[in-house]
């Protein structure tokens, strides 16, 4: 049984290209691979045939995951975020105690995390540990190095 995820209107918009893209086009891509290898003759010794299906097989199970991902999606409006503590779709302005560094995150769902872009898994281990936290609080986060200390300066919509 899947969780719900929340998403913004364009992550959610995201995610449905993606199938689409999977459904239509690739499809057709190894549908096209699958006939050309069986032309090829004698399917038993045939490795190209047997490449095709592995890879049918594999789309085949991104198409389910993603279409699951769909089905249990949510998309979570401004209206509806508590900006009295760190959540999902919050943008959560840190301190790192270690070094007094300042940076932002915004907390959105695992498809939508691009770290590129100062976006974070809410299911990371930093997203984890600031989940709850209110401005002033400080946030002891376990990560692979060690422990981290963040001071929680301010929490605005993502």
């Given at each position: 049984m899947s969780s719900v995820s929340y998403y913004t209107v364009g992550?959610?918009?995201k995610l449905k290209d993606e199938l689409e893209q999977m459904k239509t086009?690739?499809?057709s891509?190894?549908?096209?691979?699958?006939?050309?290898?069986?032309?090829?003759g004698d399917l038993s010794e045939n490795?190209?045939?047997?490449?095709?299906?592995?890879?049918?097989?594999?789309?085949?199970?991104?198409i389910s995951k993603l279409e699951d991902v769909l089905a249990n999606a949510r998309i979570l409006s401004e209206?509806?975020?508590?900006?009295?503590?760190?959540?999902?779709l919050t943008k959560v302005k840190?301190?790192?105690?270690?070094?007094?560094a300042?940076?932002?995150?915004?907390?959105?769902a695992e498809k939508e995390a691009d770290i590129r872009k100062n976006k974070i898994s809410v299911s990371s281990p930093i997203g984890k540990g600031l989940l709850g936290k209110k401005v002033g609080a400080i946030a002891e986060i376990q990560v692979p190095r060690g422990v981290m200390s963040f001071e929680i300066l301010e929490i605005s919509v993502a």
């Open positions: 992550g959610l918009q086009i690739e499809r891509k190894i549908s096209a691979q699958i006939a050309e290898a069986r032309d090829k490795a190209e045939y047997d490449a095709a299906k592995e890879a049918q097989g594999m789309l085949e199970m991104k209206e509806n975020i508590d900006l009295t503590k760190v959540g999902v840190l301190k790192n105690m270690a070094n007094s300042i940076i932002e995150y915004s907390l959105v």
